[in-house]
């Protein structure tokens, strides 16, 4: 399935988990077919699996950093990988406030990149991202969610003196891309739409997870 977008024209494709990631991106058939693919790690990183992540081949961005001993983490393992490229990432943001949801408070955002900007000279921020809630109903308005992603930026650009055009915002899913690409998402996370609903089910292997994936798409790049 990943070939098959790939030679559609899809370059950028995300995943939820480290070692599903780190099985996919190493298949030798993936390797040959995909030279230019893109992986996004979109899940939750915890910071025992930090160096299983770095190792990934084509690893182009970490869109979920939700703390700056994670962020330190990342940087230490992506200095000693060698890498002479900056490794690209997002801060992840927990809009919603729901306890099942990973990502940091609204009110540490700033300090979190200004730390990361300072202090991780291996990692390149370039953006927020954030889940948001599931199902909002938007004849009641725009997801507040989303709206606050948005506030954020422009707090954030205007306390750390950054163009606003240089932060990206990573929001949207199958369900509300549109609205969200609408609202001002740069990069929405087609999964299901695409790949079809995963099936809880069945034990992970690398054929039976391959529609956790995602097809993170940069609209700055497909407009």
């Known amino acids: 399935m990943v070939i098959e977008a790939y ?51 084509n690893l182009f961005m970490l869109e979920t950093v939700d703390s700056m001993k994670l962020a330190d983490k990342v940087n230490s393992s992506w200095q000693k990988k060698g890498s002479t490229q900056r490794l690209k990432v997002m801060v992840q943001v927990n809009t919603s406030g729901e306890e099942s949801k990973h990502g940091l408070p609204p009110s540490e955002t700033v300090a979190v990149v200004e730390h990361i900007k300072a202090s991780c000279p291996s990692l390149e921020f370039v953006g927020l991202m954030t889940i948001g809630s599931f199902g909002h109903d938007l004849s009641q308005g725009p997801n507040p969610d ?41 990069n929405v996370r087609i999964g299901s739409t695409i790949f079809g609903e995963r099936d809880y089910s069945k034990k992970p292997t690398l054929d039976q997870t391959t529609t956790d994936l995602k097809a993170s798409v940069p609209l700055a790049q497909e407009q």
């Open 7 to 57: 030679g559609h024209g899809q370059r950028t494709f995300g995943e939820n988990y480290v070692q599903e990631l780190l099985e996919k991106a190493s298949n030798p058939k993936i390797l040959s077919s995909c030279p230019e693919i893109k992986w996004h790690f979109i899940g939750h990183l915890q910071k025992q699996n930090v160096n299983k992540l770095m190792a990934v081949p």
């Open 146 to 186: 989303f709206q606050m992603l948005l506030s954020l930026r422009q707090e954030l650009c205007e306390k750390l003196n950054i163009p606003v055009n240089q932060v990206e915002l990573s929001m949207g899913m199958s369900g509300d891309f549109q609205h969200a690409i609408e609202v001002g998402s740069t």
